[in-house]
């Protein structure tokens, strides 16, 4: 099944403690992108990439990192979570040009 | 100002009901355009691709009217399981992917 996978669904963490979202998708889609959802503000792109080794700042990047060292996998850093990153997060992908976007699951992120 | 913008609604209708939702946009670089079906903590799914041409699929019909710069949804004979938030969207590059806030839709029996 065609799939954008995100883990983990629901996480729960400190602040200042590292942690990972991981995305892969099965798709072999050349662009990925991460986006997080907070109500009243709608989808904000964080990062996104365009192939291996390409990516770039979204809208609101600050406080993430990204990579792409595979074209399936586009990892979600936060080096040291703060409370106003708790949001709801979400990786998607597609086929470069005028494609719409797979989305992953979400998942639910809480800073305390 | 937003560069897409919705009526943020809610709209309540009853169940067979037409409803039409639109949708302005104001980059006009922006190459293509989609409507997305959010539902409640949910990810977002695609709904339909925008056409000039118009498209329609089974009950929803997408128009895109590029001189005016907005894009419509329609949905006929709503049905219960149509409740949901409809996102539209616009697309001018890989990185220039832009959302509207949504529409909430909710069908009443």
């Known amino acids: 099944e065609a799939q954008v996978t995100q883990n983990p669904r629901y996480l729960i963490t400190v602040t200042g403690k590292k942690l990972t979202v991981t995305c892969s998708q099965n798709?072999?889609?050349?662009?990925m992108s991460w986006y997080r959802q907070d109500p009243g503000l709608g989808l904000r792109q964080i990062y996104y990439?365009?192939?291996?080794?390409?990516?770039d700042k979204g809208d609101v990047p600050e406080g993430y990192k990204v990579s792409r060292k595979e074209k399936r996998n586009f990892p979600l850093i936060l080096e040291s979570p703060s409370p106003n990153q708790t949001s709801l997060y979400f990786c998607?992908?597609?086929?470069?040009?005028?494609?719409?976007?797979?989305f992953g699951s979400g998942t639910r992120l809480t800073v305390v | 100002r937003k560069e897409v913008e919705q009526d943020p609604g809610p709209f309540n209708v009853p169940e067979g009901a037409t409803v039409a939702f639109n949708c302005t946009y104001s980059?006009?670089?922006?190459?293509?355009f989609f409507w997305y079906r959010q539902d409640c903590r949910k990810e977002p799914k695609l709904l339909m691709s925008?056409?000039?041409s118009g498209n329609e699929d089974g009950r929803f019909t997408a128009q895109l009217n590029r001189a005016s710069q907005y894009i419509s949804l329609l949905i006929r004979d709503s049905k219960l399981s149509d409740s949901a938030t409809y996102l539209c969207?616009?697309?001018?590059?890989?990185?220039?992917?832009?959302f509207g806030s949504g529409t909430q839709l909710t069908v009443l029996p």
């Open positions: 798709m072999n889609h050349e662009y």
């Open positions: 969207v616009g697309r001018g590059s890989a990185r220039q992917l832009t």
């Open positions: 998607a992908s597609s086929w470069q040009g005028n494609y719409g976007y797979t």
């Open positions: 980059n006009s670089a922006s190459q293509s």
């Open positions: 990439s365009m192939n291996v080794e390409v990516t």
């Open positions: 925008v056409y000039s």
